[in-house]
């Protein structure tokens, strides 16, 4: 991670005024802060995918929901992930946000969200070694990606249903 990243995203996680903010703080290549607020039906669709994924993914692996990851334009943090045991015991225990990338990574769209921006998600996601990444659209629908194409379902859950309204 970039000293001036690292800098700054330590500074955040430690600041007392930023811990209660009802939103996800992420960091983005020039060294800011980006604040993306939360509203009762985002935090509901990331719980309902959390269920599902505990009962569609491997059980090799873990569901975490807020998970901070390092890209190469800064500290990203997917609304909710899926990582193998394999992954979680290469993060170390210090990471403030894991070097490592876990195999999916999941993001719940806002109606303020972009294709442009979720698109650009997906490509770090990837280009930092993510198998799968799906967004979740307001109305439910899941949309599957790996890194060539979108997919009419997971490699990784196939049985996880393409909607979860």
């Known amino acids: 991670m970039a000293t001036k990243t690292a800098s700054l995203w330590r500074r955040a996680l430690h600041d007392p005024q930023l811990q209660d903010l009802p939103f996800k703080i992420e960091t ?13 039906y985002h935090s509901r669709q990331q719980s309902q995918l959390l269920r599902l994924l505990d009962r569609h993914a491997p059980g090799t692996g873990e ?15 997917p609304d909710v992930v899926w990582i193998s045991k394999e992954r979680w015991a290469q993060i170390p225990e210090e990471a403030e946000a894991s070097p490592v990338m876990p195999e999916l990574c999941v993001e719940v769209r806002s109606n303020s969200n972009t294709d442009d921006e ?9 280009e930092s070694g993510a198998d799968e990444v799906w967004t979740c659209a307001p ?13 009419p379902d997971s490699t990784l859950a196939p049985s996880f249903p393409a909607s979860i309204a």
């Open 28 to 40: 983005n290549e020039h060294g800011q802060l980006v604040l993306s607020p939360h509203n009762p």
């Open 63 to 77: 569901v975490i929901i807020e998970f901070s990851v390092e890209t190469s334009k800064g500290i990203k943090v």
């Open 118 to 126: 979720m698109t650009k998600k997906r490509q770090l996601y990837f």
């Open 139 to 151: 109305d439910g629908r899941v949309r599957f990606f790996d890194a060539e194409h979108e997919r």
